[in-house]
Structure formats: structure tokens, C-alpha cells
């Protein structure tokens, strides 16, 4: 079965923070991406990557970097953290859309205090 | 800025109902429509996709794609409990060598036993 693994749950970090979010995933897919979630603001596109050390802005970048070294690992970094970036972070991955869609991980919690 | 329109809902029906969500879209080139579900905390589950104008069943699940009209919708025959969840519609976003997909806000689906 398919797979992304984000590392983390849940994290709780503070103002100024510098974070990282893992993102794995076991299927070989080219495709990879990082979305936020806002209760009423949907899911947003941060950044996504279409190859190794390729990265595309999404729709809000502001804020984030990401790092794509090897093919299975796509980082999402917040160069320091505030509290507007409290939210749902969610990797997700694709080989193809027709036929396959995005295959979501589990997601991330993230609080800024 | 492309756009994917949803009712947020509440959508209430009640249990062995048929429940009807709706989805429209903005950009006339997309090729590739899906519906996730999304249960409280969860990250989004693929559960349908469609491709072509016309009906695409699955098991209890009917996705119906028009593109003159772009709009795509999702039938839930037989409603459950289970079946609770807000339902994303995503589409994916025109041109060649895109894999982005622009999901909507979603629909708040409750089944009423």
C-alpha cells in the first residue's frame, strides 16, 4: 500500500522558531507537495516540487522554504515561526492525477505559542 | 486565480437518504475532477475521480461531471453515520505537465441516524 509518512503528529513550537516538517513517501513519485489547512480557508498550496532540488511557489509562500534533496523527501521549512502559521500542514504526493490523484499523509498540527 | 466552489453545508439528511454535493469550477481547461473525504482530525481520503462528461458509479458513490456547465457533483446513495464527513472536490489545474490540484472549501456532510 502506498504510502507518505510526515513525521511529526502534533508539534508546539515558539515565536521565532525555525521548523522543519518531514515529509516521506515510499512510492517514487516525482510529484510532491505542501498544503495548509484553515478552518474556512481550505487547503492552500505552500510549495510544490516536480523533480529533485526543483521547487515551484504555490499560492502563499510567504514565510516557507522547502528542500527537496532526494526524490522520497520533500521539507517544508519555516524560516521562524509565528503565530499566523499555526495550522494543519499537509504533504502530499502523485505519480499521475488521472488514475491516481494525490495521496495524502497524515498531516501535521502545528501551534505557535 | 483559479477557483473550486462548494456549499459549505451543514448538508443534513437523513440515514438510507441519498445526499447530493456539488462542486463548480472556474478553469475551463481542467481535465481531471476527484472527491475526498475528510473525517474530523483526518488528513483527506480519495474516493472518487472522473474524467469524461457523464455518471462514474462506485459501489454507493455516483460522481457526475459536466464540463460545458463546470460543474461536478457527488451522489451518496444509502447514507450511513460513516458517512459523516466533509467531502472535498478538487480539480486539477489546466495545462501540459501540470499535477496541481485547486480543491474547494468542502461540504460538511451529516447523516442523521
Known amino acids: 500500500d502506498v504510502k507518505v509518512t510526515q513525521s511529526s503528529r502534533y508539534l508546539v513550537k515558539r515565536t521565532g522558531e525555525k521548523v522543519f516538517l518531514e515529509c516521506v513517501q515510499d512510492m517514487d513519485h516525482e510529484n510532491m507537495f505542501w498544503y495548509r489547512q484553515d478552518p474556512g480557508l481550505g487547503l492552500r498550496l505552500i510549495y510544490f516540487s516536480y523533480d529533485v532540488k526543483m521547487k515551484e511557489k504555490g499560492d502563499i509562500p510567504e514565510g516557507y522554504s522547502v528542500s527537496r534533496e532526494k526524490k522520497e523527501r520533500f521539507s517544508l521549512i519555516l524560516e521562524s515561526a509565528s503565530t499566523n502559521q499555526t495550522s494543519m500542514y499537509l504533504c502530499?504526493?502523485?505519480?499521475?492525477?488521472?488514475?491516481?490523484?494525490?495521496?495524502f499523509g497524515s498531516g501535521t498540527r502545528l501551534t505557535v505559542v | 486565480q483559479k477557483e473550486v466552489e462548494q456549499n459549505s453545508g451543514p448538508l443534513s439528511v437523513p440515514e438510507g437518504a441519498i445526499a447530493s454535493l456539488n462542486c463548480t469550477y472556474s478553469d475551463r481547461g481542467s481535465q481531471s475532477f476527484f472527491w475526498y473525504r475528510q473525517y474530523s482530525g483526518k488528513s483527506p481520503e480519495l474516493i472518487m475521480s472522473?474524467?469524461?462528461?457523464g455518471d462514474k458509479e462506485d459501489g454507493r458513490f455516483t460522481a457526475q461531471l459536466n464540463k460545458a456547465s463546470q460543474y461536478v457533483s457527488l451522489l451518496i446513495r444509502d447514507s450511513q453515520p460513516s458517512d459523516s464527513a466533509t467531502y472535498l472536490c478538487a480539480v486539477s489545474l489546466s495545462g501540459a505537465g501540470s499535477y496541481q490540484l485547486t480543491f474547494g472549501k468542502g461540504t460538511k456532510l451529516s447523516v442523521i441516524p
Open positions: 472522473i474524467y469524461s462528461n
Open positions: 502530499a504526493s502523485t505519480l499521475e492525477l488521472r488514475g491516481y490523484g494525490y495521496t
